[in-house]
């Protein structure tokens, strides 16, 4: 069974990190996935902000699941390299995150994310962007 049929079938069960974080699935289609999540205490850094890396792990999702949305059925990923700049912190609330896929290759893709609030228009927490190796399994 493919990630997206479990996806499909399974909800964020499908994926033990998603269970893990809360992590919601929103929607997934052709190049694009969008998640949330809620912000809980236990996620903070000890100056009481949301800690940088539950940014970049939302996003990475976003854009893997987008990923996964323009793959061959014989493909999987690996992420190569990521990068996240942060705009804004928060400490409670919902977060957001659009993964996109930008431009699949036969070997590798690169994708872009965002996170933000749910009904903040234009208020960007964090931006990422990653390549991803793509694998052909025979």
């Given at each position: ?38 912000v809980?205490p ?97």
């Amino acid at each position: 069974m493919s990630y997206l049929e479990e996806i499909s079938l399974k909800g964020r069960d499908a994926n033990p990190f998603f269970r893990m974080m809360g992590i919601e699935i929103v929607s997934y289609a052709e190049g694009g996935a969008v998640l949330t999540m809620d912000v809980r205490p236990d996620m903070m850094n000890g100056d009481g902000w949301l800690q940088g890396g539950v940014y970049t792990a939302l996003a990475d999702e976003a854009m893997a699941l987008a990923l996964f949305t323009v793959l061959k059925e014989n493909e999987i990923i690996a992420t190569i390299s990521e990068s996240t700049s942060f705009y804004r912190g928060v400490q409670d609330g919902t977060i957001i995150a659009e993964g996109t896929v930008i431009r699949k290759g036969r070997k590798v893709a690169f994708t872009k994310g965002v996170v933000k609030r749910p009904g903040e228009t234009g208020v960007v927490l964090a931006e990422s962007s990653a390549s991803f190796a793509v694998i052909a399994q025979e």
